[in-house]
């Protein structure tokens, strides 16, 4: 980093922040990315990554500013790209325009992309940055910055729970915890990743169909996934309403019956024995066949046994926790076991609290992701 940031340029860093997230569900794998250009303390234009394949949020603040651009000041939330990709480089328009100053939050981890910090400061460009650490810098890109560091799915854990951390009042009972707001958000979340999860308990008892609808869609639906060890699920069930447009894969055992496996697919599902302990399927061995499917992001939606399987196994990286204000007392289904409990310790806040409705939304991100 260049010299420090001053408090005006936290305040545009984080304007950039705020404007990049617009880019929520249209702009996956790519990151989420603001521009803010400032000139003489006041903005002159500002952008951000609007959609897959199009032009970055540096290219859309220049265009906005015009000749303004020159002498400016580019607040970016992520180290502008250094290679010609769908677009060329972000780091060579910003030089081109004339901008005297670049204040970046998050480097670039890209192989290819990365370097356009030391490119723009090669140039003669004063360059700040990279600002964030490297948790604040995931925290708005989790999903882009796990995959170029690790080549694995970034997989996401979201539970609704009661206060006392209840997500059903029993084992097998379909279970409201949180409102309406609440679900809007859950389905404006699922919008922004590659897949959603679920086990079989939960495909079973809440018959859920796991697609976007109370939000706009997003780039392309996600896929769902179901752990069905067994194979077996009624043709009657809500997940294969929409299986002609929204892809269902169903995970099974090596041994799972012929004839199950037959009535999935002829309902329009694609199925994928693999590995398994008892009735256990590999999770690992789920995860790295999404990864051939080109599948990047997982939000996996519950319930209590795949939460715990994951959260024991060291594969989630981010926690999405809904809190309801009600109890459902001794006899409701835990959150977390015993053993899960422990991960706690690798978990920090990535997110300021949020409300929707009379629910309060607390997202954790694990250090080592």
């Known amino acids: ?154 997989v996401a854990l979201k539970l609704a729970m009661s206060l006392d951390g209840r997500i059903a009042e029993r084992p097998g009972k379909k279970t409201r915890i949180t409102g309406i707001d609440a679900e809007h958000e859950v389905h404006r979340l699922r919008s922004g990743f590659d897949a959603v999860l679920v086990g079989a308990g939960t495909a079973r008892t809440d018959d859920p169909r796991l697609t976007v609808r109370l939000v706009h869609p997003g780039r392309s639906p996600p896929r769902r996934l179901v752990l069905l060890p067994d194979g077996v699920l009624t043709p009657e069930a809500a997940l294969f309403t929409d299986v002609a447009d929204v892809p269902l894969h169903v995970f099974c055992r090596l041994d799972a019956s012929e004839v199950a496996i037959e009535h999935l697919e002829d309902a329009g599902a694609h199925v994928h024995p693999v590995a398994h302990a008892g009735n256990e399927l590999d999770l690992d061995a789920v995860l790295a066949v999404a990864w051939e499917l080109g599948i990047r992001s997982i939000l996996c939606e519950g319930g209590a046994r795949l939460a715990d399987s994951l959260l ?54 694990r250090g080592d992701a």
């Not at 265009?63 to 939330?77: F, K, M």
């Not at 006899?331 to 806040?349: C, I, K, N, T």
């Open 312 to 365: 024991r196994g060291g594969r989630v990286n981010r926690l999405y926790l809904f809190l309801a204000p009600t109890t459902l007392g001794a006899g409701g289904v835990a959150a977390f076991s015993g053993e899960s409990r422990l991960v706690w310790d690798g978990f920090a806040p990535a997110l300021p609290p949020a409300t929707f409705g009379r629910d309060t939304l607390l997202v954790f991100d």
């Open 1 to 154: 980093m260049s010299g420090e940031p001053t408090p005006q340029d936290l305040a545009f860093l984080e304007r950039a922040r705020l404007i990049a997230r617009n880019g929520w569900g249209r702009v996956q794998p790519n990151p989420m990315v603001g521009c803010v250009l400032v000139r003489d303390g006041a903005i002159v234009a500002e952008g951000f990554h609007q959609e897959f394949g199009g032009p970055h949020a540096e290219i859309v603040a220049l265009e906005r500013a015009l000749t303004s651009a020159e002498g400016a000041t580019a607040y970016v939330s992520l180290e502008p790209c250094n290679h010609h990709g769908k677009t060329p480089p972000c780091s060579g328009a910003l030089r081109e325009a004339g901008v005297r100053r670049v204040v970046f939050g998050a480097a670039d981890p890209g192989e290819e992309s990365g370097g356009g910090g030391d490119a723009l400061r090669a140039s003669g460009v004063d360059v700040v940055g990279p600002v964030w650490d490297e948790m604040e810098a995931r925290a708005e890109n989790p999903a882009f910055q796990h995959v170029a560091r690790h080549g694995t799915p970034f």
